[in-house]
């Protein structure tokens, strides 16, 4: 046996007198002392057993951890990034929304400003038609009521109702009675344009009305609309404000658990140096040292009964 206790108390034996007698106290003596050790080694195995777990235990729970929060903040900032192409999109819309409504109000403007000069043209125009048909008919009805007037009968006409004085040449003295015939036309004329004019007026005002309410009505849905979306806007940078400080937190939370991480490391690599790293394992130890005390045991005995 190359055992180091063996070989001082072998030296021990040479240097005493009462050979069988020291050697048999030198030999308990080792037995006891092989004892000890196992019995210590046996306290440093449940030791190593119990740091050994307990480390590798927590290195696990901090990885696991690491990895939760590594998790949690890609999460986090996916959220993020999604919100703020929402606000992105929102905003375009909001953009779109008031670009149309101002296009649409200058073309109404411009639509109610062609229509009201349009109108007013019109009534203009139909003021005059209806005053100058007021003046022809004022001239033209009393200029025929003096012919159904001249259409009386005197006593002593002839078969035509006429009388000698009727017979007599036109001179230039008589009552002018006007054109009546030429006049009809003139005055059909100008009730056509009139009505021309009233239905212009008609139809005008009424278009007016209708563009302004379709246009009233697109003005309220796109006001809704950017309202809406402006709200929307507000609270989804309201939760970009709050996931940040969210942010802030994991990434301490992170910072922390590759911190425990990292201790957890370093000491099982102290207690792998203490408790794993020897050349002997400890089940090899103790088979050695087992065999070395039924050694010792059996060179006792022999020692002891060597006499018979």
């Known amino acids: 046996l190359k055992s180091p206790i063996l070989a001082v108390t072998a030296l021990k034996v040479t240097l005493s007198e009462d050979h069988f007698v020291k ?38 729970k901090e990885q696991s951890n690491v990895e939760d929060n590594k998790a949690k903040i890609s999460a986090t900032e996916a959220n993020i990034q999604q919100l703020t192409q929402e606000i992105a999109d929102l905003s375009r819309g909001i953009a779109d929304n008031k670009k149309a409504l101002k296009e649409a109000t200058d073309l109404r403007q411009k639509e109610s400003a062609e229509n009201a000069k349009t109108v007013a043209e019109a009534e203009a125009g139909k003021e005059a038609v209806e005053r100058a048909l007021e003046v022809l008919k004022n001239f ?34 008589s009552e002018y009675k006007g054109t009546q015939d030429a006049s009809k036309g003139i005055i059909g004329m100008l009730d056509v344009i009139l009505s021309d004019f009233e239905r212009t007026i008609t139809t005008v005002t009424a278009e007016e009305a209708e563009a302004q309410a ?42 922390m658990a590759e911190e425990l991480h990292e ?37 006792h005995d022999i020692l002891e009964n060597w006499q018979g």
């Not at 009393?142 to 001179?171: F, H, M």
């Not at 246009?215 to 402006?230: G, I, L, R, S, V």
């Not at 709200?231 to 940040?244: F, L, P, Y």
């Open 214 to 255: 379709a246009f009233d009505k697109f003005k309220t849905e796109n006001e809704k609309d950017t309202e809406t979306k402006e709200k929307s806007v507000e609270t989804k940078e309201a939760e970009i404000t709050v996931i940040e400080d969210d942010l802030v937190t994991l990434a301490d939370d992170l910072k």
């Open 263 to 299: 201790g957890a490391l370093k000491e099982l690599e102290k207690l792998h140096a203490t408790c794993v790293a020897p050349e002997e394992t400890h089940e090899e130890r103790v088979a050695k040292r087992k065999q070395e005390i039924e050694a010792l045991k059996e060179a």
């Open 140 to 173: 033209y009805e009393g200029a025929a009521l003096l012919q159904r007037r001249a259409g009386y009968v005197p006593p002593n006409s002839d078969r035509e109702g006429k009388t000698v004085s009727d017979r007599a040449p036109e001179i230039f003295d």
């Open 23 to 60: 050697v048999r106290a030198l030999i308990r003596d080792l037995i006891e002392r092989l004892n000890e050790q196992a019995k210590s080694e046996a306290t440093q195995k449940s030791f190593c057993d119990k740091e050994m777990k307990a480390a590798t235990d927590k290195r696990d």
